[in-house]
């Protein structure tokens, strides 16, 4: 069954600091990918999304990805991060329909 | 352009009672239709999809339904409401698989 994991439920770091959120999907194909963020109280907004080429994926807010085929990985950095960051953060796939992951929390100390 | 309307934005039921939520799409065609719900710390769960009118796959055994009587329109049902149908749902669509999901306002459902 297609199904994708986020290792980290909750994740603090300090402003300015770097961060790396995981993401693995289960399945033999290479879905599509992307990263959504969900600011509290908010919709889902589109961070960046793969589903060919260059495997390493710039995105909005200075986000990036990097899919990893040899890991069914495809997991989201951004090297300083702002304390407007701290939101909920979500991998998902598709391949015939579009499954999320259960989201990493992001907490951001100043 | 493309809007999605999901209404009502908040309910209130009794266990028992029957549901109806719906979901319509404009500016766009033959659009791949989602419903989810939303949990604290457990992401979105699909519960189900439609790539056409009357083309429903369901995603998780429970007590709701869904149909999609136009093309353009995607509704969730209950016949009986259970204390566990409590949630944040969400209406989306998505024109095809490389792009991304538009989503709709969410419905607040309480059971009570």
Do not use: M
Not at chain 1, 7 to 22: F, K
Not at chain 2, 45 to 56: D, E, K, N, R, T
Request: hydrophobic content about 35%; glycine content about 8%; aromatic content about 12%.
């Amino acid at each position: 069954a297609q199904s994708v994991t986020q290792p980290d439920i909750h994740i603090t770091v300090s402003e300015g600091a770097s961060l790396e959120l995981r993401c693995n999907y289960s399945y033999g194909a290479t879905p599509y990918l992307f990263w959504y963020v969900q600011s509290p109280g908010q919709g889902l907004q589109l961070l960046l999304k793969y589903f060919s080429g260059d495997t390493l994926v710039q995105g909005i807010k200075g986000f990036e990805a990097e899919f990893k085929r040899s890991q069914s990985s495809f997991n989201l950095r951004k090297p300083s991060v702002h304390w407007s960051d701290a939101a909920e953060y979500f991998c998902a796939v598709t391949y015939d329909k579009v499954i999320f992951g259960p989201g990493t929390s992001l907490s951001v100390i100043p | 352009s493309q809007t999605i309307h999901q209404w009502p934005a908040t309910l209130v039921q009794p266990v028992g009672s029957p549901l109806s939520l719906e979901c319509t799409v404009e500016g766009t065609s033959n659009p791949n239709l989602y419903w989810y719900r939303q949990a604290a710390g457990r992401g979105l769960q699909l519960l189900f999809y439609s790539v056409g009118i009357g083309q429903i796959s369901s995603e998780v055994p429970q007590n709701l339904s869904a149909s999609r009587p136009q093309d353009r329109q995607f509704i969730l049902s209950s016949k009986k409401l259970l204390l566990s149908d409590s949630g944040f749902y969400l209406c989306a669509w998505q024109g095809s698989p490389n792009e991304k999901l538009f989503f709709g306002s969410g419905t607040q459902l309480s059971v009570l």
